[in-house]
DNA sequence: CGCGCCATGTCATGAACGTGTAATAGCTTC
DNA sequence: GAAGCTATTACACGTTCATGACATGGCGCG
């Protein structure tokens, strides 16, 4: 299907993936650090490179300028729960889309598919789940056609919990990773910003559908 | 469709692109340096070069006065972000037309084409958004039929902006990429620039159209 | 050599908007 | 029915952006 270039030190993750995305008739190469991810790319065409942020050496962010300054390569950044990465640095390193850990083999794969059908030139740049759909390249978020603006911390809230569908994140995850809060405390401001999210993109704000409350635990994005 | 001549010495992006414009009917032949790109130009009668700025030996510059000086094959420059690539002097050196890297193959041929229809002699070297005209050869901008004069600096930032219609780029990614500053620093010198230059491109410029505000991110071209 | 224009960068001000907090109401579960 | 959790709304503060004035510096022209 495509050619993936896997670059993640954790040899767990790094072999579970592979053989995932081996099973999906992906062929795959791995690195363990940014340095050899690199280099191997030099000699391996990849069609996307699937990109740790926390390695060895030169961190994902790092690695993924320095593959932007020289090819056009699409990059699906890897974020483990507890970095405090967001949508602004992956923008701007130059990430065409970023899944947050633990992934689910279909996830990457679906992730995958849609970067690669972007860097084809299929007009199809957007996310679309039932009526909602997302384009993170301009930011815009659209609901049965009609496009809503969203305020940035209720947008990154979006693009957060839509990176890994059907993950469940506790408000304390999402007060650091989005808000990049590092206090512990309860506080009722996640809620709040679910509230005014879905109030802009559920066509029932009261049967969520989209953001689906979990009760006890926090916040899911769905339909899975 | 069209015979390419892709001179470029990254593997990956030689090989992405010489794929992705395969796939689209074009015959591709590619070099690796300048010297081997003017040779085989000598016995492939390209209809357009694709030629990278910085290459081992003779830069991109000189190949592209070379080529000039024999022969009347148009010419699309690839720059990386991080070079300090000026539009005039791409263009003085002969270029049709030019693309900051990344490069997404759809706009990669959508280029080509531009310069195949103009070098055919079909007068539409232009691009036009609403009442808003780029050309990019030249490096001229109307306004509903009205030139416009533009300043270096918010020329280069209409350029850079249009160049990926709807992407987003923040402030700091404008100053890297078009002032190629290289400090961290909050700034609104993008700010000031932005508003200069729609002072002179838009027709009510409070509800800016082509050159949008994204509130907590930063600047993007539209007309969405 | 000196003058003046234009482009650029910096700064101050004000308005618009988004955000966090808190208070209250509603719902679920045991 | 009570306790715990979540939804909903209102309001005030803080941030961000637009706008225009000002200083600097380069360039061409006299």
């Given at each position: 299907m495509a050619r993936v270039l896997l670059i993640e030190d954790d040899p767990n993750v790094r072999d579970a993936l592979t053989l995932a995305l081996k099973g999906r008739d992906h062929e795959v190469e791995s690195a363990t650090s940014g340095e050899e991810g690199l280099e191997r790319l030099a000699r391996f065409a990849a069609d996307v490179v699937v990109l740790d942020?926390?390695?060895?050496?030169?961190d994902g962010f790092e690695v993924c300028r320095r593959i932007r300054a020289t090819t056009s390569t699409s990059i699906v950044m890897l974020s483990a729960?507890?970095?405090?990465?967001d949508v602004v640095g992956g923008l701007e390193a130059g990430a065409d889309d970023y899944v947050v850990k633990p992934v689910r083999p279909q996830v990457l794969e679906a992730r995958i598919r849609a970067v690669l059908r972007r860097a084809d030139g299929v007009p199809s740049p957007v996310e679309t789940y039932g009526t909602l759909c997302l384009d993170r390249a301009s930011l815009t978020v659209s609901r049965g056609g009609r496009q809503v603006a969203l305020p940035p911390m209720e947008l990154r809230l979006l693009l957060h919990l839509s990176a890994s569908p059907g993950q469940v994140f506790s408000r304390q995850q999402l007060l650091e990773?989005?808000?990049?809060?590092?206090y512990l405390g309860d506080s009722r401001l996640v809620d709040a910003c679910v509230q005014r999210l879905r109030a802009k993109i559920e066509d029932v704000p009261a049967e969520p559908r989209y953001v689906q409350t979990v009760r006890g635990f926090g916040y899911r994005f769905g339909p899975v």
């Open positions: 942020l926390m390695l060895p050496g030169i729960r507890g970095d405090d990465f990773s989005v808000w990049e809060h590092d």
